[in-house]
């Protein structure tokens, strides 16, 4: 899968491609699509949510161009396999939330029974992020709003790196990567991109 669908396609890192190689994504999924775990597409995992597909979360890994020490925001646990390949990594700390309860609790226990250690999950909006443990030094959504948060963006780091999908739901949306710089986010549109819809109050009640 990694040779095929994710180097073929320019991904470079070197620890991300053997974080790719290493988390066997088959324990992230439904029984009833394992023998898709490891096809390139995006599949459901219950409560109207997807786990990824493996090239998205390699590419959206990649950009956050994580360092020693670094610490992640991750919005969206959903199975919990975009944290567990952060995890994987092996030098970074992990924040994630998920908003779904079922999700976030088997999720948290799934991570726990692979020996994820270094990821810490919790069920709430994702829209305010988790200042309590912020700031970070990357921040990755793994749903799409029709904006950027003013929380999550006020909760990265200087020289912070936030790497999001935006767009109407139901629709394709843009993957942004935004770089805070003297308090400001530059951002650098990446192409488009197919994300489930981001829920939670702050994009219902438009944002702050």
């Not at 088959?26 to 995006?42: G, I, T």
């Not at 459901?44 to 590419?59: D, E, F, K, N, R």
């Not at 949306?173 to 400001?184: A, C, H, I, N, S």
């Given at each position: 899968m990694v040779e095929r669908t994710i180097e073929a396609r320019g991904i470079k890192n070197p620890d991300v491609l053997r974080a790719m190689?290493?988390?066997?994504?088959?324990?992230?999924?439904?029984?009833?699509?394992?023998?898709?775990?490891?096809?390139?597409?995006?599949?459901?995992?219950?409560?109207?949510?997807?786990?990824?597909?493996?090239?998205?979360?390699?590419?959206?890994?990649?950009?956050?161009?994580l360092e020693q020490g670094d610490v992640v925001l991750e919005i969206g646990t959903g199975s919990g396999y975009q944290a567990a390949i952060l995890a994987e990594l092996g030098f970074v700390d992990v924040y994630s939330i998920e908003i779904v309860p079922e999700l976030a609790e088997s999720a948290a226990e799934r991570l726990h029974e692979l020996g994820f250690k270094g990821v810490i999950v919790k069920q709430a909006d994702g829209y305010y992020?988790?200042?309590?443990?912020?700031?970070f030094d990357?921040?990755?959504?793994?749903?799409?709003?029709?904006?950027?948060?003013?929380?999550?963006?006020?909760?990265?780091?200087?020289?912070?790196?936030?790497v999001i999908p935006?767009?109407?739901?139901?629709?394709?949306?843009?993957?942004?990567?935004?770089?805070?710089?003297?308090?400001?986010?530059?951002?650098?549109?990446?192409g488009g991109v197919a994300f489930v819809p981001f829920t939670g109050e702050g994009i219902e009640q438009g944002g702050e």
């Open positions: 190689r290493t988390v066997p994504r088959h324990n992230f999924v439904l029984e009833k699509f394992l023998s898709q775990a490891y096809d390139d597409h995006p599949l459901p995992i219950g409560y109207g949510q997807t786990i990824s597909q493996p090239y998205i979360v390699a590419l959206m890994t990649e950009l956050l161009e992020g988790w200042p309590e443990e912020g700031p990357a921040i990755v959504v793994t749903a799409a709003p029709d904006h950027l948060p003013a929380p999550l963006a006020k909760q990265l780091k200087e020289g912070g790196r936030l935006i767009g109407p739901p139901g629709g394709y949306q843009t993957l942004w990567k935004f770089v805070k710089e003297e308090g400001e986010m530059r951002a650098y549109n990446l």
